[in-house]
């Protein structure tokens, strides 16, 4: 996964190609998963960094500025919910 400068997991997810949600690592370009909605790869970054310290999710708007989350999924720097 990819690691901010803290060396903490950092997952991006951000519009794709064709109408569809990608979830990526931070430092790679090819996405790791392509969703048809935003919630599904909100859901799925969520989970692939669940018992991971420091872990985030970042979520990125059609302009590509970071937008607000989704239900259920962790905004950067927050806490994982339980």
């Known amino acids: 996964m990819g690691f901010d400068q803290k060396g903490n ?10 109408g569809r949600w990608d ?3 931070n430092d790679f370009e090819d996405p790791l998963a392509s969703f048809d909605s935003r919630q599904e790869a909100c ?10 310290e420091g872990a985030t ?4 708007d059609e302009g590509g500025a970071e937008s607000q989350p989704t239900q ?3 905004p950067q720097g927050g806490a994982a919910p339980h």
């Open 43 to 52: 859901d799925y970054a969520n989970k692939m960094t669940m018992g991971k």
């Open 9 to 18: 997991v950092v997952l991006r997810v951000s519009p794709g190609a064709d």
């Open 72 to 74: 259920g999924s962790r």
């Open 23 to 25: 979830v990526n690592e």
């Open 57 to 60: 999710v970042v979520v990125l």
